[in-house]
């Protein structure tokens, strides 16, 4: 079995010296042969967008966790999993339990947080029989407006549409007490 790999690559049209903002794009993609084709296909499990590399990472756990759980439940977890039918360990490593490793692995998630902050994206690729799942968060360089709309200033003029006329609201009580109806 293939060994679960973390590559980082630089992109020059993603990444400027001007980048005023940045942002992190995520993906959980799975490949795969199509079944009696030969063609191997790409399909998005799912995307993600934040400004934030820890919650980025956070996100990629939780899904990695999510994909894990629907190949293998994990039998500490599992109703129907009783404790004598427990393996202490497993002989060979599956796809499920590289996910649930990378998960657990705080050495990893420390090293690819520093890799996203200084700006390099990161891929995680975790090979099953027939599949291939790619963890992917890049930077995304984002403008910020030039110019942020402000609201008016008070100038003293009421804001009713209708000049002279009073509001239809009633008005406030004072009494900040809330009286229960009996």
């Not at 499920?96 to 998960?103: D, K, L, Q, V």
Request: proline fraction near 11%; charged fraction near 25%; hydrophobic fraction near 35%.
């Amino acid at each position: 079995m293939e060994k679960r790999t973390r590559t980082a690559t630089r992109n020059p049209e993603r990444f400027s010296a001007g980048i005023q903002g940045r942002a992190y794009w995520c993906e959980v993609l799975a490949e795969g042969e199509v079944y009696g084709t030969r063609e191997t296909v790409p399909y998005v499990l799912g995307t993600f967008q934040t400004i934030s590399p820890k919650l980025a990472l956070r996100w990629l756990q939780g899904e990695a966790e999510r994909i894990a759980d629907r190949l293998d439940p994990a039998p500490e977890r599992s109703a129907w999993v009783k404790p004598w039918m427990q393996v202490g360990t497993v002989p060979v490593p599956d796809c499920p339990t590289e996910f649930r490793f990378w998960i657990e692995d705080p050495d990893e998630h420390h090293a690819a947080r520093v890799q996203l902050k200084d700006g390099a994206p990161l891929s995680v690729v975790i090979p099953d029989k027939g599949c291939r799942f790619t963890l992917t968060v890049w930077p995304v360089a984002v403008s910020r407006p030039e110019s942020i709309p402000t609201l008016p200033a008070d100038d003293g003029q009421p804001t009713s549409p209708r000049q002279g006329r009073a509001s239809h609201r009633k008005p406030r009580r004072s009494s900040g007490w809330f009286a229960p109806f009996l």
